[in-house]
């Protein structure tokens, strides 16, 4: 048998893919993050799966989980949420299964910060105003950034930036964008995106983190930054200009 990482989404039940969908319904075993999935999530399960919830597991606990499944001959998924390929732990575990000698396979899933800014409604890469966005966090009690990847680098750029795992760090990290993004670049929130509990939060550098401490938010958040939230900025796409010749 093999072991299934799959991404599941941001959340919602509906926005997980077919493939994904398809995987939980044969699988026998089924390990999941609930600290940030919707409980409908598991309801793609067979009702007979074992369902196992690793919010308060560590890697070596999951891992063992993953590989008995597996040496007993069980179809076996792990959920990541949003998508695989970002902060998800794939890398440790499947390293640890691939000294255990077993197989696997990931899925990709719909990831946190496409979803919110899918409830903002705005594009990221928004023509003469941004056309790069940059994936990172913040570090509190996690593991060190590497000495190349300041929040201080990446700001320098301008780019959209998307930060996972840093709402309650808001203030500080603010404080250190004003000066590159200025104290009105719009800011937006969203925690929980696409769940029941999904909440937006719209600001600016200067006020977002009074907003954030006022809800109490401390975890499952995105931080979106850049001028490319401002819906009545931007230019057009030379992609679909009138003015571009075409055959």
């Known amino acids: 048998m093999t072991v299934h990482f799959v991404g599941a989404g941001p959340g919602a039940a509906d926005l ?37 919830d690793t919010q308060h597991l560590d890697l070596d606990r999951i891992t063992a989980d993953l590989v008995h499944a597996h040496d007993a001959g069980h179809d076996v ?74 929040l201080a680098a990446f700001a320098a750029t301008r ?24 104290a009105d670049c719009p800011v937006v929130v969203v925690s929980r995106a696409t769940q029941p509990g999904e909440l937006v939060l719209r600001g600016t550098v200067a006020d977002i983190a009074d907003q954030v401490e006022a809800a109490g938010l401390r975890q499952a958040a995105v931080i979106l930054v850049g001028r490319a939230l401002d819906p009545s900025g931007g230019g057009e796409s030379f992609l679909y200009s009138a003015d571009r010749t075409r055959r």
Request: with cysteine; glycine share 6%; hydrophobic share 45%.
């Open 16 to 52: 997980i893919t077919l493939r994904a969908a398809t995987m939980l319904a044969r699988a026998d075993v089924v390990l999941y993050p609930g600290t940030y999935l919707d409980a409908e999530v598991l309801g793609h399960c067979r009702e007979d799966a074992r369902l196992v």
């Open 77 to 150: 998924v792990r959920l990541t949420s949003g998508d695989p390929s970002l902060y998800s732990a794939v890398s440790e575990q499947t390293r640890r299964l691939d000294a255990a000698g077993v197989p696997w396979d990931v899925t990709p899933g719909v990831p946190a910060y496409a979803a919110a800014a899918a409830a903002v409604g705005r594009e990221l890469t928004v023509p003469l105003v941004s056309q790069s966005v940059v994936l990172t966090r913040a570090q509190a009690r996690s593991t060190a950034m590497p000495e190349s990847e300041s």
């Open 159 to 182: 780019a959209t930036l998307c930060l996972h795992l840093a709402i309650t760090r808001t203030r500080e990290v603010m404080a250190e964008l004003a000066g590159v993004y200025g």
